[in-house]
C-alpha cells in the first residue's frame, strides 16, 4: 500500500541553525501539506502547497519557514533559523484529487533545537 | 483555537463491546469531518470521513455520526480489539473555501481496549 515517507525520523540541532526535513509523498498525489504537533498539544496545520506553490499557510508559518519541491518526488519543510520553540514532531500528509479529500500523514520527523 | 473539540481525554473499554469517541465544533462552516488513529511514535492514520451532506458514514467496524444541529460527530467501533488502542482524533475543515486543505484537530482521545 502507498505510504508518505519522512527523513529523517528524529534531528537534533542547535537553536540559530536551518534544517531541512523531507517527505516523499504517495505519487499520485497532488496536494502536500506540513503539519507539528508539541509535546501534549494539538496537531497543528502549518501550510499547504499546490501546483508548485504555497496555497494556504497559519501563522505559524513566518518568514524562518519555507517548503519546496524540488523534483517530482520529494517535498521539503526549511526552516531558517531554529529556536527552541520549534522543537516538535513535523508530520508530512499528502492527498489525491480524485474528490475524496483525506489526507494520509507520513510517520513524522521529530525535531530537537538545543 | 478551540474550534475541534474532544472533550473525553481518554476511554477504556472491553474487548468485544462497543467504542463510542466523541467530538463537538464551534465553527459552522465546517463541512468535512474526519476521525484519524495514531500509535505512539507514528503519524495519524485515516480511518473514515463524512461529508456535511450525510450524516452517517460507516465502513466495516467504524461508523461514524454526525449532528450537524448539534455541532457533534461521533465515531463508533464494534467490537472494539485490543488492536484500537491508540489515540484517536477528529479533524475538520471547511470545504468552501481556499482553506479546504487545512485540517483542524480536536486534542484526542485515548482508548485502552482491555481483554
Known amino acids: 500500500e502507498p505510504e508518505v515517507t519522512q527523513t529523517p525520523s528524529h534531528q537534533v540541532t542547535q537553536m540559530g541553525q536551518e534544517v531541512i526535513l523531507r517527505c516523499v509523498p504517495i505519487s499520485n498525489h497532488l496536494y502536500f501539506y506540513w503539519y507539528r504537533q508539541i509535546l501534549g498539544q494539538k496537531v497543528e496545520f502549518l501550510v499547504s502547497f499546490y501546483n508548485n506553490e504555497i496555497s494556504e499557510k497559519s501563522e505559524i508559518f513566518d518568514d524562518q519557514f519555507s517548503v519546496e519541491r524540488p523534483d517530482g518526488s520529494n517535498f521539503t519543510l526549511k526552516i531558517r533559523s531554529t529556536k527552541l520553540e520549534d522543537s516538535a514532531m513535523y508530520f508530512c500528509a499528502s492527498s489525491a484529487d480524485n474528490g475524496f479529500y483525506e489526507q494520509y500523514f507520513g510517520p513524522g520527523t521529530r525535531l530537537t533545537v538545543t | 483555537d478551540q474550534q475541534v473539540k474532544q472533550n473525553s481525554p481518554s476511554l477504556s473499554v472491553q474487548e468485544g463491546r462497543i467504542s463510542i469517541l466523541n467530538c463537538d465544533y464551534t465553527?459552522?462552516?465546517?463541512?468535512?469531518f474526519l476521525w484519524y488513529k495514531k500509535y505512539p511514535a507514528e503519524g495519524p492514520t485515516f480511518l473514515i470521513s463524512?461529508?456535511?451532506?450525510?450524516d452517517k458514514n460507516e465502513d466495516g467496524r467504524f461508523t461514524v455520526f454526525l449532528n450537524k444541529s448539534a455541532k457533534h460527530l461521533s465515531l463508533h467501533i464494534v467490537p472494539s480489539q485490543p488492536g484500537d488502542s491508540a489515540v484517536y482524533f477528529c479533524?475538520?475543515?471547511?470545504?468552501?473555501?481556499?482553506?479546504?486543505?487545512?485540517?483542524?484537530f480536536g486534542a484526542g482521545t485515548q482508548v485502552v481496549v482491555t481483554p
Open positions: 479533524a475538520a475543515s471547511d470545504m468552501t473555501t481556499d482553506s479546504w486543505g487545512k485540517l483542524q
Open positions: 465553527n459552522s462552516m465546517f463541512d468535512y
Open positions: 463524512i461529508s456535511s451532506i450525510k
